[in-house]
């Protein structure tokens, strides 16, 4: 706890509603308490860390009553990985959960038309990539490390929650597909086997770094792994190790080694060598094909992102079939999906991402189908076009919402619709004040849920510009 505040001993608490970062929401004797990892419903042990502004936060401690219709976490690592905190109540309920939170966050939503959150059937394998760590050091739970359970040694995983430097050991991830689970469980085989080290994040030194995979819904896997240069005087084992290992591989996989030079704990590097075939795949969205590297952004839930895409061409009045005589503007584009998606239905399309990198992937990605767009380089608030009264603009920016130049900027224009995609209503709330300053007003909102198990909802949001009877304009 805080200095400023006396220890508060952990104590039960019902959780009865979502929050942001699938935190659970109960009350204290009157105090708000978020514990990390406690679905609705369900009666938990908090162990506080934190009081800040008003708030008990608190880590999830023994289960002392399950939620209404619990369900069986599929994962053997629940609880101790983090990631997948929903687990424990069916999908129906996690979405109505998400509902509840939305509505809650977003404030009076009086004359907006709201959707129920929607997504795919399956809650399970719809990861189309994930990113794992190797490790020196595994974060254990309590009762193993009371059992010896060493905690130091060759693991593969995921970073525990809060925890730079230990993995969770994990043999398998219940997101992905059997098909990348049989990568997870070959690349412990290489580390196994390895003379050389993993990854010691608190020495900053070892060779073993990060494992990306990534599986196509039209066929296809890739394997990215990263390491750090090969010691002096064994790049030639380094070299003989991989290559062994991508022979093995089946048919259907690319394979491909980048080198990280550097300290920090991300998936980056320079290719070094292409183990086998070519390290790219081509995902589809409709009739659009995208090119994808280990690490081009690509929303990880493909089919939910279909639907994503279909409620954006909904909020803009982009009918399926139908060419719309107007320029689509795409702010925060990254690999230009959203904007290429719907080219079929607008004149030409136009987007701006900060990342060059993924500027270059949208470009590589519009000549793949032939679309005529343009995408721009820069950020956002620096290199806003300026929109015509015909034009339809959606926005697609990061957790932390639009950057005050563009939502003040975005705020004067009068194109024909504005749609705002939000993966944090924390965020879409703020913007749709600083929008409504400017005359614009929230007429219809859609959830769609690409993250089922975690307590994350995508967003879409209509904006209509309102007349200062605060009718919407024919604008």
Not at 13 to 28: E, F, H, K, Y
Not at 324 to 340: E, K, S, T
Not at 357 to 365: F, H, T
């Amino acid at each position: 706890m805080s200095r400023r505040h006396r220890r508060i001993e952990p104590f039960a608490v019902q959780i009865t509603a979502l929050r942001p970062g699938s935190l659970g929401w109960g009350l204290n004797e009157g105090e708000p308490v978020v514990v990390r990892g406690a679905p609705p419903g369900a009666v938990v042990i908090a162990q506080p860390f934190q009081k800040k502004a008003g708030v008990i936060h608190a880590r999830r401690g023994a289960l002392v009553q399950a939620p209404p219709d619990a369900v069986a976490p599929r994962c053997a690592l629940f609880t101790l990985c983090g990631g997948c905190s929903l687990q424990e109540i069916p999908l129906s309920a996690q979405r109505a959960a998400k509902q509840a939170m939305v509505e809650t966050l977003l404030g009076d939503l009086s004359g907006v038309t709201v959707s129920p959150v929607a997504g795919e059937p399956e809650g399970y394998a719809y990861r189309n990539k994930v990113e794992l760590s190797f490790g020196a050091r595994r974060y254990v739970s309590e009762g193993d490390r009371a059992a010896g359970a060493p905690d130091e040694g060759r693991f593969l995983g995921f970073h525990a929650p809060g925890r730079f430097d230990k993995v969770v050991d994990a043999p398998r991830c219940e997101l992905v597909s059997e098909g990348l689970n049989a990568l997870i469980q070959s690349a412990r085989g290489l580390l196994e086997r390895s003379a050389l080290p993993p990854w010691d994040a608190r020495a900053l030194q070892g060779f073993w770094r990060h494992l990306v995979l990534r599986e196509s819904w039209a066929g296809g896997r890739l394997v990215g792994i990263y390491t750090s240069p090969p010691p002096e005087g064994q790049e030639a084992v380094a070299e003989a190790e991989l290559h062994a290992w991508a022979e093995g591989l089946p048919e259907d996989v690319v394979a491909a080694w980048y080198v990280n030079p550097r300290t920090g704990d991300a998936a980056v590097g320079d290719l070094r060598a292409a183990l086998k075939g070519e390290p790219a795949l081509i995902e589809r969205i409709g009739e659009v094909a995208f090119r994808l590297s280990p690490t081009a952004f690509f929303q990880t839930n493909t089919p939910a992102a279909r639907a994503l895409y279909e409620r954006v061409g909904e909020a803009l009045g982009l009918v399926p079939g139908a060419r719309r005589d107007a320029r689509l503007v795409d702010l925060y584009c990254g690999a230009g999906a959203i904007g290429l998606s719907l080219a079929s239905r607008v004149r030409e399309v136009l987007g701006v991402e900060l990342n060059p990198e993924a500027v270059n992937d949208a470009r590589v990605n519009a000549a793949l189908n032939n679309i005529p767009a343009t995408f721009i380089a820069g950020a956002v608030e620096d290199v806003l076009p300026a929109l015509g009264a015909d034009d339809l603009a959606v926005v697609d920016p990061p957790r932390a919402g639009l950057h005050p130049k563009a939502s003040a900027w975005l705020a004067k224009q009068r194109c024909a619709a504005l749609v705002y995609v939000a993966c944090n209503p924390e965020s879409l709330a703020r913007d749709r004040q600083l929008l409504a300053a400017g005359g614009w007003r929230m007429t219809a909102l859609w959830g769609v849920d690409l993250f089922p198990q975690t307590g994350h909802v995508e967003l879409v949001a209509r904006f209509e510009r309102v007349d200062q009877a605060g009718q919407p304009s024919e604008a």
